[in-house]
Nanobody, 121 residues
Framework: QVQLVESGGGLVQPGGSLRLSCAASGMIFKIYGSGWYRQASGKQRELVAAFTSDGNTNYADSVKGRFIISRDNAKNTVYLQMNSLKPEDTAVYYC???????????????WGKGTLVTVSS
């Protein structure tokens, strides 16, 4: 099996920073695209930032210039550095990745359980 586990969420004041981590574990042969989504209360889940399968990055317009996605391939970990946080960034943040398991021919999408980020004074 494959698991994605997020960490790093919490309460932060407006203007502050947080760094989220997402570690993938299990019988992983290869990780293709990976990224972060978020879901605020009463709203649909939306893309925050992601690596495409060819290594490019996509960011939601609302976070461009404030958030940075990065990864450590050796650790199967993807990060989201969030700076200049605003109350509207409050949401549950989910990690996702397209992973090909060892012994399997195709990749599947996996999701973590999410980590709550609350931006409030």
């Amino acid at each position: 099996q494959v698991q994605l586990v997020e960490s790093g969420g919490g309460l932060v004041q407006p203007g502050g920073s947080l760094r989220l981590s997402c570690a993938a574990s299990g019988m992983i042969f290869k990780i293709y695209g990976s990224g972060w989504y978020r879901q605020a209360s009463g709203k649909q889940r939306e893309l925050v930032a992601a690596f495409t399968s060819d290594g490019n990055t996509n960011y939601a317009d609302s976070v461009k210039g404030r958030f940075i996605i990065s990864r450590d391939n050796a650790k199967n970990t993807v990060y989201l550095q969030m700076n200049s946080l605003k109350p509207e960034d409050t949401a549950v943040y989910y990690c996702t990745a397209d992973i090909q398991r060892t012994g399997y021919a195709h990749a599947m999408s996996y999701w973590g359980k999410g980590t709550l980020v609350t931006v409030s004074s």
